[in-house]
């Protein structure tokens, strides 16, 4: 049960073989166990599970089930919710209690899924390894000495372990995906514009997007259908997105016909030679399958992790500059004025990571910068986007890695910002696009979980599924578990 | 590339402490220098992408939907005074 599948957790309720209640206890005795040999929860909290969990029950029994009925799913610290705190694991939000549900969480309620608690993540999102958060690192299940990558790493390690059957993640360069692939589970951010962002803890405006991340592509496809869609409530929500059959399109069981793209700039010098084989050999399979494989060239690659590190950080800086302690966060004691409690409360409240991409975006933004860094950024931004678009005249999709490594070990990178920002390289220019990704596993190198990353033209979150479940039912490696966190199945 | 990373500092309001500033300055040097890579691209006529699918920013009827909410809203406050926000004094 554990390692169960939301849709196979689904059915046993739906049959009677189960409750919510039973189904919330089984993974509230597994956090209770092993969260803490993995830090994935920052905040839990028994009572309130349980009382969701029977009222999911109570509803079951007086009405139809609703399409996540009963179904536990943990958010990351990123969600602002009006049960618990909301911390962005950043210090100056220590104290912080939302007034309010973000726009998905609602979503979430209102499909009738129980929330499991907090998960851990770099603080404000900005990490590739989990590392930076204020509540101290989170471990990769696979080999605890390891990061489960970032920034949505307590998410990713929650659902590797089954601590929950699936949780939230928000991705703005690779933080669903990457830490997806470290710890072999699957991982969608869908194409922006397409869920809500509204009570979402904002990082980069323009790049975040919240998904699922769960044990299976169907999974994935249950929890999307539930939280997207157009929201008044947040500008650059896409009224009349092009509507998607969401289980319909994880029915796919071959790739016949189907043409994917192999772009040459993501098989390079520097990526692991394991993590290439498995990425080849998944490749090998989809051709099995019936696809046809074209390699494809998206020239402005080398550019895309320059370009998100000006945007991103910009962003930030104009976002991050509402801690100010005075509505709310983290005030430093006995302020001598005004320009001292902003400066003091700023320095004391935000960790070091946090500090360097709020600098590199002042910096960025500054008089007579502007338009060497962001609007420069901005224009490679749409030139990484043409190529995409090119690329999809003559593919229907596109096959990549999702990490050029497998999990690296606790402290190997933290000493240099630059190494950590080049973890994402395979992910970033999704997010500049503005388009759907998702990443699932398909293998090991050096014993460690390796990802297949999906990339699909905007609004096309079926294709991805449709080739993710045709690859999912042709192989096993959704099935395999970390041994130290196996348990009963 | 040197910058003064005391001044973009005290432009983002965050005061550092030395430390903070000699091990900061070098990494925003390196990340700035990494950067630099964009010069190399011709971006000439070439429109810059702000909203990824070029969503026009759309307009809402200006009408009260949320109600009056400033208690829960305030709070998360550090300091509030009937109804105020209560900060250091500003003005002598």
């Keep these: ?489 | 590339m040197d910058i003064d990373v005391n001044k973009v500092a005290m432009l983002a309001r965050i005061r550092l402490t030395d430390d903070e500033a000699a091990e900061l300055g070098p990494q925003l040097s390196g990340i700035l220098g990494y950067i630099e890579a964009l010069s190399e691209v011709n971006t000439e006529g070439v429109a810059a992408t702000a909203h990824p699918h070029d969503a026009a920013m759309p307009l809402r009827a200006n009408v009260v939907t949320n109600g009056n909410r400033r208690d829960e809203l305030q709070a998360p406050a550090p300091k509030i005074e009937s109804g105020l926000y209560v900060v250091p004094k500003v003005i002598e």
Excluded at chain 1, 299 to 322: C, F, M, Q
Excluded at chain 1, 355 to 368: D, E, N, P, W
């Design chain 1, 1 to 489: 049960m554990p390692f169960s599948s939301l849709s196979e957790i689904r059915s046993r309720l739906d049959a009677g073989e189960t409750t919510a209640v039973e189904v919330a206890q089984l993974y509230l005795d597994r956090i209770a166990a092993h969260n803490d040999a993995l830090n994935a929860f920052v905040h839990i909290d028994n009572a309130h599970v349980l009382a969701q969990a029977e009222a999911s029950d109570k509803y079951r029994s007086e009405h139809d089930a609703r399409p996540l009925e009963g179904l536990p799913i943990a958010v990351k610290d990123i969600f602002c919710t009006q049960d618990g705190p909301t911390r962005c694991c950043s210090k100056i939000l220590k104290d912080f209690h939302a007034p309010y549900d973000a726009q998905v969480i609602t979503h979430l309620k209102e499909a009738g899924a129980v929330l499991v608690g907090k998960t851990n993540m770099d603080e404000f999102a900005m990490g590739s390894s989990n590392e930076t958060s204020a509540f101290g690192p989170c471990r990769n299940p696979w080999d605890t000495d390891t990061i489960p990558g970032g920034s949505s790493g307590g998410s990713a390690a929650a659902v590797a372990a089954a601590l929950t059957p699936a949780a939230l993640g928000t991705d703005t360069g690779g933080s669903i995906r990457q830490p997806a692939s470290l710890t072999g589970i699957t991982g969608l951010k869908p194409t922006y514009g397409r869920v809500s962002r509204r009570g979402i803890i904002a990082f980069a405006s323009s790049l975040d997007q919240a998904g699922p991340m769960t044990r299976t592509v169907k999974d994935t496809a249950m929890i999307t259908a539930a939280i997207s869609g157009h929201d008044s409530g947040d500008a650059t929500s896409v009224d009349n997105a092009p509507a998607v059959d969401w289980l319909g399109a994880c029915d796919a069981t071959d790739m016949k016909g189907l043409k994917i793209g192999r772009p040459k700039e993501y098989f390079i010098e520097g990526m692991d030679s394991e993590v290439r084989a498995s990425v080849e050999t998944a490749l090998e399979k989809c051709k099995e399958l019936g696809a046809e494989i074209v390699d494809i060239s998206l020239p402005h690659t080398k550019y895309a992790v320059a370009a998100y590190y000006v945007i991103a950080p910009s962003e930030a800086s104009a976002n991050l500059s509402r801690y100010d302690s005075v509505r709310f966060g983290h005030r430093c004691d006995n302020p001598e004025d005004l320009l001292d409690m902003y400066t003091r409360s700023r320095d004391e409240g935000f960790g070091s990571e946090v500090k360097r991409r709020i600098l590199t975006g002042a910096f960025a933004l500054s008089s007579g910068y502007y338009d060497a860094y962001y609007l420069k950024a901005q224009q490679v931004r749409t030139l990484i986007q043409q190529d995409f678009i090119r690329a999809f005249e003559t593919v229907d999709i596109i096959a990549t890695p999702t990490s050029p490594v497998t999990a690296f070990k606790l402290g190997e990178k933290t000493d240099d910002p630059l190494t950590m920002y080049l973890s994402d390289i395979y992910t970033i220019a999704v997010n500049l696009a503005g388009l759907p990704g998702l990443s699932q596993p398909c293998g090991f190198a050096n014993d460690m979980p390796v990802g297949l990353q999906w990339i699909a033209p905007a609004w096309r979150e079926d294709s991805i599924l449709s080739a993710a479940s045709a690859y999912e039912a042709a192989t096993d490696w959704t099935t395999r578990v970390p041994a130290q966190f196996g348990g009963e199945s």
